[in-house]
């Protein structure tokens, strides 16, 4: 999917891992490019999809959608599970775009509703949530399923 002014929107693949982990490392993330391209593999198998915003280098956004069926809903539900937009290239409309491009991949699969699943939202993203449509569902708690020492 192409966009304005040069903008690509499109699904990640390995040869974008090292410009993903300098991304992910801005947002407080680190990882090598070896394990995001490792990731990147293991994410493809599954039900779901990896996104970019590409302008003219590395990549300037990413977001993560992952759809799974649910005894609650009478369709899947698509959950994003990370959206990242580089410092430099925050509040151009690129958030918003990844959002409507994981929307489309979502529709396609024949899900039935988009939700946000990102820890610790500030006001900044509640606001952004809002603007595009998203309404606030409760809280969310997590649990590490590793034993704790």
């Given amino acids: 999917m ?45 039900p ?13 956004g990413v977001i993560a959608v992952h759809w799974y069926a649910s005894l609650l809903e009478d369709r899947p539900v698509a959950q994003v599970t990370l959206l990242l937009v580089g410092r430099d290239s925050r509040r151009r409309g690129l958030g918003r775009l990844l959002v409507k491009a994981a929307s489309q991949a979502a529709r396609s699969a024949g899900c039935g509703a988009l939700e946000m699943a990102l820890a610790e939202a500030g006001e900044a ?25």
């Fill in 2 to 46: 192409t966009s304005r002014h040069g903008l690509e929107i499109r699904a990640a693949t390995a040869a974008d891992a090292a410009g993903l982990a300098e991304l992910l490392a801005e947002g407080g993330a680190e990882a090598a490019g070896r394990v995001v391209a490792a990731r990147l593999e293991a994410l493809r198998q599954g």
């Fill in 48 to 60: 779901g999809a990896v996104l970019i915003a590409q302008e003219w280098g590395p990549p300037s």
């Fill in 125 to 149: 993203m509640r606001g952004f949530c809002a603007a595009t449509g998203f309404t606030e569902a409760g809280a969310r708690f997590t649990r590490s399923l590793r034993r704790q020492g």
